[in-house]
Nanobody, 123 residues
Framework: QVQLVESGGGLVQAGDSLRLSCTVSARTFSNYAMAWFRQAPGKEREFVAALTSLDSTYYPVSMEGRFSISRDNAKNTVYLRMNSLKPEDTAVYYC?????????????????WGQGTQVTVSS
């Protein structure tokens, strides 16, 4: 069973930076594609960033430049670095793992999900 645990969320001010972490309990973590999604109150979950096992990244246009995804295979951890945070970035952030070989922003591409970590950005 693959388990994902996110951490690093919290309350920050607009303009601040934050780094989220997601630790994965999988012996073959390096073989998984990883992604971050988020869900704001009253809204559907949306794609934030993806990273394949070959380190190909993919971001929606709205996230490019401010968000950066990376991984440390030795620590079974994927990170999401968020800069210049805005109040509209307030959401629960989820990490996900899957076997997709191409960078994907589709939820169906990922088989395992974490419980989420809350990020709140005050103005």
């Amino acid at each position: 069973q693959v388990q994902l645990v996110e951490s690093g969320g919290g309350l920050v001010q607009a303009g601040d930076s934050l780094r989220l972490s997601c630790t994965v309990s999988a012996r073959t973590f390096s073989n998984y594609a990883m992604a971050w999604f988020r869900q704001a109150p009253g809204k559907e979950r949306e794609f934030v960033a993806a990273l394949t096992s070959l380190d190909s990244t993919y971001y929606p246009v709205s996230m490019e430049g401010r968000f950066s995804i990376s991984r440390d295979n030795a620590k079974n951890t994927v990170y999401l670095r968020m800069n210049s945070l805005k109040p509209e970035d307030t959401a629960v952030y989820y990490c996900a793992a899957g076997r997709t070989v191409v960078p994907s922003g589709r939820e169906e591409s990922y088989d395992y999900w974490g419980q989420g970590t809350q990020v709140t950005v005050s103005s």
